[in-house]
């Protein structure tokens, strides 16, 4: 299945190309934070960053991250998609660029929120591509299958980062990330149609900026949904800041650390493909919300349980990974459910949505992560109480009505 581009002057992607091209866009941001996850002691060992604060090195990329697409939205609806993820990608080699110079841990903090902060582009873009190409329950599907290619990076990075590790010193993690960077530079300036109609342009200031990001915002839909996210990514982003203490560290796994963190990724691909495969005859709101409300219980039972006793390792990690799997299948259903309203906004709204979980999901998964002391406790009570909240965002969204529907979509544009 071809999907025609405004742009007759460049390739027409087929459908397999265009889920390659989302997931490899993703799939770049999460190489940049997960293959960090077993140098990380390293790392602060080099700069002397010993305990959380080491941390830091995995939220400074993803605060410049958020912060950076509530410019790329409006670029990108004003100049296009495919200038605006080259600018991306070549400003993203330059700062791991600055990663590999810096000579003290500031420095590699402000690096790493550069580097967050140039890929920010390859974020919005990949979304925004897909939504000007279809929508309803068939862009569902491709973001569903994007993530389970996308999850291939959790998967690997960490262990590509430890294969590097026991060859090589932590640098040559960045010279890895370098020369990705430049493959998807080069493979995005030769196959990536325009996809921006010129019709949907939207002329860049500042002033159209604000209307726009205010007009995207202010759908119901879209930022009841997006607040749920942004709680929701809060306790990911916690599991990944603490997830090389607890598992390296406090289960004592060592080495065994980046095997333990892909199976957690695995079945977070699993869970994707289970949703790709049935959100077409349940519909997005009815899966996510069973799946928020499996998740609380699951990691407030987990919390109880750590609270009375500390749990072993074969308890842990078995309920540690079923909630990641809820996870996934509350957020391409969330991030579906944020940009149907869009319409010709979907890259504002694309940014706006980025941003404010990226930004959002840092500072509370590094709230709950700089809080860990040596037990899983602060993890679990910080993903349960954010579930919690979660689900009470998305009641007063849905106005009580959960599980129901909504009404029926158009597969295709």
């Known amino acids: ?32 934070i997960d293959i960090m996850l077993p140098a990380l002691p390293e790392i602060g060992r080099a700069f002397d960053a ?19 697409q509530l410019a790329y939205g409006p670029l990108a609806d004003a100049l296009g998609r495919h200038t605006v993820l080259l600018a991306s990608l070549g400003a993203y080699t330059l ?37 000007d190409l279809v929508s309803g329950r068939k862009m569902a599907q491709i973001i569903s299958i994007a993530m389970t290619f996308f999850m291939a990076a959790p998967i690997l990075a960490p262990g590509i980062g430890q294969l590097i590790l026991f060859v ?12 990705s960077g430049i493959a998807l530079w080069v493979w995005m300036w030769v196959r990536l149609p325009e996809t921006l109609a010129p019709e949907n342009t939207i002329p860049f200031n500042v002033k159209s900026a604000a209307v726009n990001y205010w007009l995207a915002a202010s759908n119901r839909v879209t930022l009841g949904y997006m607040c749920a996210a ?28 980046a095997v333990a963190f892909a199976g957690v990724a695995i079945a977070l691909a699993f869970a994707n493909i289970f949703n790709a495969r049935i959100v077409g005859r349940y519909g997005m709101r009815r899966i996510s919300h ?15 349980w750590a609270i009375i006793s500390e749990p072993p390792f074969w308890v842990f990690y078995p309920l540690l990974t079923l909630g990641m799997m809820l996870f996934g299948m509350m957020g391409a259903n969330f991030s579906a459910l944020i940009m149907e309203p869009a319409g010709k906004r979907a890259g504002t709204a694309s940014a706006l949505y980025g941003s404010v979980t990226a930004m959002g999901g840092a500072v509370l998964g ?13 993890l679990l009570a910080g993903m349960a109480v954010l579930g919690l909240g979660g689900l009470i965002v998305v009641y007063i969204t849905e106005k009580g009505e959960l599980f129901e529907p909504g009404p029926a979509d158009p597969d295709t544009l």
């Open 168 to 179: 090589a010193s932590w640098q040559w993690i960045f010279i890895a990330l370098l020369i």
């Open 366 to 378: 590094s709230a709950i992560g700089l809080t860990f002391d040596n037990s899983v406790v602060p």
């Open 50 to 68: 010993l305990g959380n604060e080491r941390q830091l090195v995995i939220t400074s990329y993803v605060l410049g991250f958020g912060i950076a």
């Open 1 to 32: 299945m071809s999907l025609a581009a405004p742009d007759p002057k460049r390739p027409t992607l087929g459908m397999a190309e265009l889920i390659a091209m989302t997931s490899a866009l993703m799939a770049l941001n999460a190489l940049t």
């Open 230 to 257: 942004t709680l929701i990514f809060g306790a990911l982003f916690a599991f990944i800041a603490t997830s090389e203490q607890i598992m390296a560290e406090l289960y004592g796994l060592e080495a065994w650390f």
């Open 95 to 131: 700062a791991t660029l600055l990663c590999l110079a810096a000579p003290d841990f500031s420095w590699m903090l402000a690096a790493r929120a550069l580097q967050g902060a140039a890929a920010a582009g390859t974020r919005v873009i990949a979304t925004a591509v897909v939504r």
């Open 290 to 304: 069973i799946a928020i409300i499996a998740f609380i219980l699951i990691n407030g039972g987990h919390m109880i």
